[in-house]
């Protein structure tokens, strides 16, 4: 988060999470950063985190082109 005149600015990322064995992991689809817990609300805390780290020091983007999310099918 940054402040800008007094107001709180927010950057909006897109977050998948899936499921690791015993683990979940939110994966950030807008930049190449990743967090795991035990539990969803874990992962994703922990991916909060590390976009924090991932951003330190530096100014966060204006805006994100979202990502374009498709399927793909392959042979069973």
């Known amino acids: 988060m940054t402040t800008v005149a007094g107001t709180i ?7 998948a999470v899936t499921h690791k064995a015993s683990w979940c992991v939110a994966r ?3 930049v190449d950063v990743l967090g795991q817990g035990e539990t969803v ?3 994703v805390a922990n991916l909060e985190e590390g976009l924090g780290l991932y951003f ?8 994100l082109e979202p990502p ?9």
């Open 9 to 15: 600015r927010t950057n909006k990322f897109t977050v």
């Open 28 to 30: 950030c689809l807008d």
């Open 41 to 43: 609300d874990d992962a």
């Open 56 to 63: 330190e020091g530096e100014d966060l983007p204006d805006s």
């Open 68 to 76: 374009i999310i498709t399927t793909v099918l392959i042979p069973a």
